[in-house]
């Protein structure tokens, strides 16, 4: 479907890197949260900041125009907020355009397509660079051929949308190679796609080619590299679970790590459907992942406890792990239950 | 994706019907399959066949051209032949533009798309006609909602693909009728959408809408309405099983019928991969399908015995119905198997 697009062709596989952290006029920092993620987790992959008003938001890098990115080795300006209605306002577009002139590419996850953003084709033609909007899947995804991969993977999947897989992803993938393990994070999402510099928009692909945009995605590698892939979804998700189980099965995990929000009752954005127990995530992740890794396991467990306190999110935990028969972390709160889990992960 | 698409808006959940079927100067029956299927499935939207060759196969219809199509009543011409390379080649182009002059729309199931054949998009602008290609989904295909919608439904799934699950749905959606159900057959591919006259293209779906696809496929209907859903993949195919199951959670069936080929050892396309059995996909199917029908239940097996002499076909049908405690037959061989396959689905 890509090669009918109106912007260049232009792969989320390899984005061009580090970026120029673009936040318009964007004064809330809630708005803020891809130039946050991006400063957090791929801080060697940013130059600068750069916006349009003095009063916009502060991300913390040095604040500079694109010219100065350039000269500084930048090699694409990102657009990392996302205002309300998830347009480009016009107030945007001279820096916009100034970045090209500039020698930056310019890399966007919003839904408006940037080639449809008025006078950004001409611009990028005309000084010879690229719009990459990285929910644009790569054209000629092959159809998945089920062959195993050599390396080793590690899927995070979940109980529903929106509770931590792509932090567990790259917590989990952080302490690997701390741990001096060769480990690459494979980012399915557009904020994820940012940080990794590269990746598959999963939710992007055609049904047809899920399995095998994951093929892709994590492909041949020695026989002790870890991909650690950012799941999508839930496979207990009623309008969501093509992806999830298109990116299992084309992952072939060796290890999946469940994430689940404990408290969450109800799915998001399916009024009446409850959350699924871990123990139902597991087992059907299992079963599903078995078509292509026979020797699939479950790894542990990450809870999502950003809404409780820290002894009493420990004491759940610890709770949690005894019922389960698995580790169980929070991966954004380090410590020796994160470490057991990573443990496990890598057993 | 498509609102990107070089051909004008047209949507395949409803077709212009009657056709006249195409088959250009293809000479070999084996090319023909959409021809013959849609005068099998479809005799009352056809009314006559046009070739431009003399030798060109016969469909057994009466041939005509486009414009003595157009005064029997025909709306659109159905290109209704596959050429090795899939290509529409140049001498079939003056009879396109001519239905086009003559005022019919013209419809595609082949990869190509049809805006993309030289001369045909200034034609269908210059004539206010449509170019249709059947592989593009409508625009503006919702998120799944989950909502459990009114009316039955029944889908076929399958071991594997390409083993029967349109003809069984058709077959069933035929039997139905003839016991004065109301009933519609709901199109999930490009030759049975011609079939049916509209429907939706589930494996060119974007995967995120792959169960919002199947939701407007089969909407609401009247408590005792049937929609007999025509399967597409395989839950445990490692390339399609996301199509599979974003269709399945989509459609909310209260019946499935497994369809399968006794003897086929080995999954299309995926080399190692042994065909599961049927218990592992009833099994499967209905722990996956009660999640947006907790009340779906498996009504029965069909068989394509097409390459076993009659008697040993229904040896094998009796027999493995004993075994697994489900009828089992061969909708392409009428008879008590299969009336019985019929009454457990209603049952």
Known sequence: MTDAAPSPAASSLALPTPYLLFVGDVAEPGYAKTAFGLRDWAGDKCVGECAV??????????????????AAGARALVIAVANRGGF????????????LAAGLDIISGMHVRLADVPGLAEAAVRHGRRLIDVRVPPADIPIASGRKRAGLRLLTVGTDCALG????????ADAFSARGIDCDFRATGQTGI???GGGMPMDAVVSDFEAGAAEILSPDAAP????????QGSLLHPAYAAVSLGLLHGSQPDVVVVCHEPGRREVLGAPGYEVPSVEEVVSLTLALGRRTNPSIRCGGVAFNTSHLPAAEAEALMEQESRRLGL????????????????????A
């Open 165 to 172: 897989k792509k932090y567990t992803a790259l917590a989990l």
């Open 224 to 231: 002790d590299h870890w991909d650690v892939i950012e799941g």
């Open 88 to 99: 480009i306002p016009e107030s945007w577009r001279a820096s916009l355009v100034g970045a």
């Open 194 to 196: 940012m940080i990794a």
């Open 327 to 346: 580790p169980v972390a929070d991966p954004m709160r380090r410590g020796p239950l994160f470490d057991r889990l990573v443990d496990a992960c890598l």
């Open 53 to 70: 008003t003095e009063d916009a938001v502060r991300i913390g890098l040095t604040r500079m125009t694109p010219a100065e990115a350039a």
